[in-house]
């Protein structure tokens, strides 16, 4: 039980010490911006849009699904994740952490919770856009907090598994720019290549699976991560199969990033 707290002091100063990189780093804020910035035009000609009428859900629905959503999902992770990995191997300043009395899995533990903390702070202005446009001289309407609550929870979950990759990804390359390069193609083609396939296999019919579906393409729809956000969380429709993959998934490229930083041992 004495080594419970140990791990949990250890975590925490890695943490603090991922988190405050990120903070201090001038690429961080660069993305930041560029998103508040396009995200405030949208903003903008949506409520120019429903400004005669509309249906609250709708107006959530296009707030979730906007191309500033896209940007953020697929670009962001690979920034925030690119030199978690890549430049303290190129520098070697991740050898000298690794003599320290830590443990691999706590490094990439504590490199992901960081990355995933300042991610999930990207959209707390966006939740206060939200409050603000249902006061009179806006909206003047109430929208549905439980599709936007789920809406949220849906780019939490894919930027999650995104973060993991990109951690992982990180963790094979000395090169920041590969890093990030193959982090990309990493993240489009999880959201690109399903649904390409989806259409191959079983056309239009394909996302209304029957029991007798065979399981690659069970599998192949676990995988279709544009669905469950447009289909499923951007409309209010959680799905427990969905929380399982997502967390799932991201385990797995942290503990495949966990074996890669094990891998130096050998070499």
Same mark, same amino acid.
Do not use: C
């Given at each position: $039980? ?35 910035? +396009? ?10 849009? +429903? %400004? =005669? =009428? ?7 629905? !296009?707030?979730? %699904? /906007? #191309? ?29 952490? $690794? ?12 490199? *992901?919770?960081?990355? *995933? ?9 966006? +939740? ?5 446009? $249902?006061? #009179?001289? !806006?909206?003047?309407?109430?929208? #549905? ?18 973060? %993991?990759?990109?951690?992982?990804? @990180? ?32 056309? /239009?019919?394909?996302?209304?699976? @029957?029991?007798? &579906? &065979? ?16 289909? *499923? +969380?951007?409309? =209010? ?10 967390? /799932? ?10 074996? @890669? ?7």
């Amino acid at each position: $039980m004495s080594s419970v707290p140990k791990i949990h002091h250890r975590l925490g100063i890695l943490f603090k010490r991922e988190l405050f990189g990120l903070l201090v780093s001038p690429i961080t804020y660069l993305v930041f911006t560029l998103f508040f910035f +396009f995200r405030a035009f949208e903003v903008q000609t949506l409520i120019e849009s +429903f %400004a =005669g =009428g509309g249906s609250p859900s709708r107006f959530a629905y !296009y707030f979730l %699904a /906007s #191309p500033s959503t896209q940007f953020a999902v697929v670009v962001i992770p690979p920034i925030l994740t690119m030199r978690l990995l890549a430049e303290e191997k190129r520098s070697g300043s991740l050898e000298l952490l $690794m003599t320290a009395p830590v443990r691999d899995w706590e490094v990439v533990v504590a490199k *992901w919770g960081a990355t *995933w903390l300042l991610f999930a702070l990207l959209w707390v202005p966006s +939740f206060l856009q939200i409050l603000v446009l $249902m006061r #009179p001289g !806006y909206l003047g309407a109430s929208l #549905p907090m439980g599709q936007l609550f789920a809406g949220y929870l849906g780019l939490f979950l894919v930027g999650s598994l995104l973060l %993991a990759v990109g951690l992982f990804t @990180s963790s094979l390359t000395e090169n920041v720019l590969l890093a990030s390069l193959t982090s990309l193609l990493a993240g489009l083609g999880l959201l690109v290549v399903p649904p390409m396939l989806a259409e191959k296999l079983g056309g /239009s019919s394909f996302s209304q699976l @029957s029991v007798d &579906s &065979s399981i690659g393409q069970t599998l192949l729809a676990q995988f279709q991560v544009v669905r469950h956000l447009g289909s *499923w +969380f951007f409309r =209010g429709l959680i799905d427990t199969g969905q929380l399982v993959f997502y967390a /799932s998934t991201t385990a797995l490229f942290l503990f495949l990033t966990v074996r @890669s930083l094990e891998s130096r041992k050998w070499r």
